[in-house]
């Protein structure tokens, strides 16, 4: 497909989804600029999840070819598979204060990001991606109210008809969005993930005794659970230890205060030190220093994606809690229905605002849907589910539609509903 447009695009953030969209306008025809603010394309994460949702999207943006040639194609499995044990049952000689739980799941099939984000970085056009610019701030041009003029840290600034706002959790395009005025949509989720990286063959050495497959594996457990994803072909293993407090609300942190730190590993063994053998095990071969990550989500959730000729996608426009692996599905989501929108033949640089408002109108109530579902997955795992914590509970939990909702959504009928909006607005003919 090939299109000419009226209209400039400018795309802030160079992560997958801001990148994903890029590229397949760009293949469309139409002009984009790439605004990073790194001085190169890089690992963000240690492992992304794509669901069937996603993979839909890729392929239907004419990405998922390149994908497929950078990852073992048959790792793409997907279902739902639930096996629950103690592997610590309660007795009256056990010193463990409760037993440890492992759940071996499929969810969506995960890979190293740096493998993902290659794959795109090689099908985008070199000339329009330009570095270390650092988003400060979005605003209306002084002298022509149907452009947009974009502001970096450097001093630079960018003047053009359309921005797209990919630049994560904490963006400045999102701002803009909100408005001024607006409290801060950013806070602190009670979570924390330790995060670690063990060669799997250490683990087996240490005598690890659970078996890891290609399923992600997870121990659970009353405010905390462990999942284990293997990475380039078993060879690695990612650990992500997450504790949780639900005594307290969620709240904003002080501008400058740092989400992430190198600390001890002997904090997160600290913090798991109930837990049954394996687990601590596992824990035992994490690096002397793990990475704590401090989980901020977008809340309370957005009014709109969108204000005039500005719209946000991915984490700026719903960050959400990583439990069910879908985050960047629905980054993926998003950069579809704006691609579609963008290359819609009744899109014009007049009608941009009222075309942005139309995919805020679908992909608002579908996104914020899954931001509740990842909230609701992190209770199951800390037994905190509505079926309660015995194995029944938690397997009916798991099994009945956690990731199918997810997984199952039409992402076609996103584009229908879209221009169905616009004709009904009198923005496109019917």
Known sequence: MSTTKDFQVTIIG?????????????????SVDLFEAAGAFGEIGAGIGLGSNAIHALKAMGLFDAVLAKINPASFRLGVFCSIQALEPMNSSTKYAHPTIFVQRCSNPSYHYAVFLDALVGLIDPKSVHFKKRCTSVAPSATDPDRVIVTFADG??????????????????????????????????????YRGLVPHAVLKQAGFKTTLTDRPACFIGPDRHMIVTP????????????????DVPMEAWAPDTPWTADVPRAEVQEAYAAWGSDALTLL??????????S???????LESYARARVAILGDAAHGMLPHLGAGAGQGIEDALLLFRLLTHAQTKKENLPAVLTAYSHVRRPRSQDVWEGSKRAG???????????????IR?????GMWQTVWNYDIDSDIVRAVEHLQASGTFAA
Do not use: W
């Not at 009916?396 to 009945?400: M, N, Q």
């Open 156 to 193: 630079t600034s960018h003047e053009t008809d359309l921005v797209l706002g990919a630049d994560g959790v904490r963006s400045k395009v999102r701002d803009f969005v909100v408005g001024a005025s607006e409290p801060q949509r950013v806070v602190f989720s009670n979570a924390v993930a």
């Open 379 to 393: 209770m199951i795992y800390h037994l905190r589910g509505p079926s309660g914590a015995t194995h029944e509970g």
């Open 231 to 246: 990475l380039k072909n078993g060879e690695l293993v990612n650990v992500a230890a997450v504790t949780a407090r639900y």
């Open 295 to 301: 989980m901020h989500v977008v809340h309370p959730p």
């Open 396 to 400: 009916k939990d798991i099994v009945s």
């Open 284 to 293: 035992a071969c994490l690096p002397e220093k793990v990475l704590k990550f």
């Open 14 to 30: 160079g992560g997958v989804c801001g990148l994903a969209c890029a590229i397949a306008l760009q293949k469309a025809g139409l």
